[in-house]
């Protein structure tokens, strides 16, 4: 009953920054987290970061903390990325999702049930 579709990827040089977004529709959001993921090739999915039901808490993946920024829109229904200092190993399909409950330190994927598609998020160096 969601659906959630990323954008915002594109190609960066190292120390540059991207924004990805996350719009949902359908049955969205209620009180579970938000959240994103990103996958390179040849490795696992892996957790990146998630943002509270109200937006006012957030989890970082310790990779990614101090650079990367998440937040909710309720107007818009988004979900954001902000990404900053990025670096080649920061390359990926980058994958929003929303979490089965309310917890932000979700960091699994099993712990998500909705998906978006990806975007690619293109680190040069």
């Known amino acids: 009953q969601v659906q959630l579709v990323e954008s915002g990827g594109g190609l960066v040089q190292a120390g540059g920054s991207l924004r990805l977004s996350c719009a949902a529709s359908?049955?969205?959001?209620?009180?579970?987290?938000m959240g994103w993921f990103r996958q390179a090739p040849r490795k696992e999915r892996e957790f990146v970061a998630t943002?509270?039901?109200?937006?006012?808490?957030?989890y970082y993946a310790d990779s990614v903390k101090g650079r990367f920024s998440i937040s909710r829109d309720f107007a818009k229904n988004t979900v954001y990325l902000q990404m900053n200092s990025l670096k080649p190993e920061d390359t990926a399909v980058y994958y929003c999702a929303k979490a089965t409950r309310a917890q932000i330190t979700a960091s699994r994927p099993s712990e998500y049930d909705a998906w978006g598609q990806g975007t690619q998020v293109t680190v040069s160096s």
């Open positions: 943002v509270s039901w109200s937006g006012g808490t957030t």
């Open positions: 359908g049955r969205t959001f209620s009180n579970y987290a």
